[in-house]
């Protein structure tokens, strides 16, 4: 029982252009939500989050927003570098939990394209 | 150091052995996770770590699978008779508490059972 999903294992962009990363979730008790990005041989860095209690949040180039009622995220990047080719994952936590364990989707390899 | 260290990087050993991977957090991270990431697959959950407390071993996925962590800083998961199915990256993350949903990341340990 797959509780985060991210049903596109791979996207590639145009550098310049913007990268749409989607995320859905299944458990309506997850209340934060967190993007990671992970490099090859590397563990996953934090690098952005959001609360449900806001439908965005934006940092630089990056802006995820949120829409519970679709439990549906999407992280955004605007303009895309090729140094952001990288895996990123979609993770959800409740925050009313015993063990605030992350629940990961099992990512997406974007690719931008010089 | 500065950031989460995982010892060995890699490690291959042959089915029926037992391992021990070494987890060193960022000093004063009071919560420690394990998960692994199996091929294709998102981060699953080990184990959780929360100062004194008994640890959460709900993601163990067998009897063979344990850690413990030492002093609160530490941590080791041992998997006793490895079995192929054990091959993955298993990684360790911290965090500085229960306020804190941002989990940092080491780099890994490749494990690889022939």
């Known amino acids: 029982d797959q509780q985060v999903k991210q049903n596109s294992p791979s996207l590639s962009v145009q550098e310049g252009r913007i990268s749409i990363l989607n995320c859905d979730y299944t458990n309506s008790m997850f209340d934060y939500f967190l993007w990671y990005k992970k490099y090859p041989a590397e563990g996953p860095t934090f690098l952005i989050s959001?609360?449900?209690?806001?439908d965005k949040n934006e940092d630089g180039r990056f802006t995820v927003f949120l829409n519970k009622s679709a439990k549906h995220l999407s992280l955004h990047i605007v303009p895309s570098q090729p140094g952001d080719s990288a895996v990123y994952f979609c993770?959800?936590?409740?925050?009313?939990?015993?063990?605030?364990?992350?629940?990961f989707g099992k990512g997406t390899l974007l690719t931008v394209n010089p | 150091g500065a950031g989460v260290s995982q010892s060995p990087s890699n490690k291959v050993t042959e089915k029926g052995k037992d391992v021990e991977l070494r987890c060193d957090p960022i000093?004063?991270?009071?919560?420690l996770y394990w998960y692994r990431q199996s091929l294709g697959q998102g981060l699953e959950f080990l184990i959780y770590?929360?100062?004194?407390?008994?640890?959460?071993k709900s993601g163990l996925p067998s009897d063979r699978f344990s850690a413990e962590r030492t002093g609160g800083s530490v941590s080791t998961l041992t998997i006793q008779r490895t079995q192929q199915e054990d091959s993955a990256v298993y990684l360790c993350?911290?965090?500085?508490?229960?306020?804190?949903?941002?989990?940092?990341f080491g780099p890994g340990t490749r494990l690889t059972v022939l």
């Open positions: 770590f929360q100062g004194n407390s008994a640890p959460d």
């Open positions: 959001i609360s449900s209690i806001k």
């Open positions: 000093s004063g991270h009071t919560a």
């Open positions: 993350a911290g965090t500085p508490g229960l306020a804190s949903h941002e989990q940092f």
């Open positions: 993770a959800a936590i409740w925050s009313g939990g015993s063990n605030y364990k992350l629940t």
